[in-house]
């Protein structure tokens, strides 16, 4: 791992200066919805909070900061982001493709909710280039991928990818909340639009839902940035306060989280008790090669099949002491997680079992804590 330093001081002073009028050093939480007028039409530049706020100004442009693009828009939540970037794009006829092994929410809003307005949503594996290509015909309008995906850690090459959108005149969007700006750039990797759950390691202590879309793409950027502000799915001044705290220490949280995760793996691979690991960090993993092409780390996330039984697995997870069952990621402490009931159980079946997300899988959101605090807490939990 060789986080490239600019981060740690990037991170640290994305999007904010003094405030000019007491020279606070933090961005002020600017609790209001409206704002006084010298006339109609009239005013500094803000007049309804739905449409731009100075705190979420702030968090917008440290987030086009961190994952150099021009443009930044923050929403809601990551799904909230999703729906803001199919609204503005696309048109009913337009063909979708959608790496397979993709968030059980995204898959969700895909098929559930705007298949019906007849956007043709395809879900393919996206490690089989030719497979992509072939499908990539003219109704493509966007190519839409996770890198690493989730929740079995596959690792897309971003490059490809570009080429086979470029070549039906497609735009490409990249989820990067599982890397994070820090350990990947999709944008200079050539990628159109980038998108984050910032709950998720942009937010990093479990505390708030948000989403962020990034660009230089001026004519995307426009669109969805009506959406935002039409549809009005965007953070409160609070949480974007938070957020903007949170990024100032991403930097120091995700060299932690991939020094963690990489000893986890490595210990859950070296365990009789589990089956399968998925990290690309492991020079066994298959994705390894494409992961050092593109990536400069691993994050925190790790998933396993354990051997053994469904049951096997719950008694497992009620031995963890440090490891805590819940939904979600990107936090400081560490998380474990099951797919095919939790965050997964909207995918429908047949998918799950081709994608290998079964009763022994687990997914782990390896946090900041003493790396040997986790691997003794594995350890017992997975004593026979």
């Not at 979708?96 to 969700?108: E, H, I, N, P, Q």
């Not at 599982?178 to 200079?188: E, G, H, R």
């Not at 990034?214 to 426009?222: G, Y």
Request: with cysteine; aromatic share 8%; hydrophobic share 40%.
């Amino acid at each position: 791992m060789a986080i490239d330093h600019r981060y740690y001081t990037r991170s640290v002073h994305a999007g904010t200066k003094p405030e000019p009028v007491t020279g606070a050093i933090m961005t002020p939480i600017f609790q209001t919805s409206t704002y006084v007028q010298e006339a109609p039409g009239v005013h500094k530049g803000f007049d309804y909070s739905r449409g731009t706020n100075p705190t979420r100004d702030a968090l917008e442009k440290a987030y086009g900061e961190i994952e150099g693009a021009r443009h930044a828009l923050a929403f809601a939540s990551g799904l909230a982001a999703e729906q803001a970037i199919v609204q503005a794009l696309l048109q009913p006829g337009d063909r979708v493709l959608v790496c397979d092994d993709v968030y059980g929410g995204t898959g969700r809003l895909f098929r559930m909710l705007f298949a019906k307005y007849g956007i043709d949503f395809q879900f393919v594996d996206m490690t089989d280039h030719a497979l992509v290509r072939k499908l990539a015909t003219k109704p493509t309008k966007l190519l839409w991928m996770e890198s690493p995906t989730n929740p079995t850690i596959k690792v897309i090459s971003i490059p490809e990818m570009v080429k086979i959108a470029r070549g039906v005149g497609a735009r490409l969007v990249v989820d990067n909340t599982f890397a994070s700006p820090i350990f990947q750039s999709p944008l200079a990797l050539g990628a159109d639009i980038v998108l984050h759950s910032s709950t998720k390691y942009l937010g990093g202590h479990s505390d708030l839902i948000g989403g962020a879309v990034m660009t230089s793409d001026q004519e995307a950027f426009d669109k969805i940035r009506f959406v935002q502000f039409a549809a009005g799915a965007v953070p409160s001044p609070f949480e974007c306060f938070l957020l903007l705290r949170s990024i100032k220490t991403l930097a120091v949280r995700m060299r932690q989280h991939h020094d963690n995760a990489t000893a986890v793996a490595e210990f859950l691979a070296s365990h009789k008790r589990v089956k399968q690991v998925y990290f690309p960090g492991l020079t066994s993993n298959p994705f390894y090669g494409v992961a050092r092409e593109q990536m400069s780390g691993n994050s925190g996330m790790c998933s396993f099949d354990l051997n053994g039984s469904y049951d096997d697995v719950v008694r497992m997870l009620q031995k963890l002491k440090v490891f805590q069952l819940a939904e979600s990621l990107g936090g400081v402490e560490s998380l474990v997680n099951h797919p095919e009931k939790m965050t997964h159980a909207s995918v429908p079946e047949e998918l799950r079992r081709k994608l290998g997300i079964g009763p022994t899988l687990l997914r782990l959101s390896v946090g900041i804590e003493s790396t040997q605090d986790l691997l003794d807490d594995l350890r017992q939990a997975l004593e026979a």
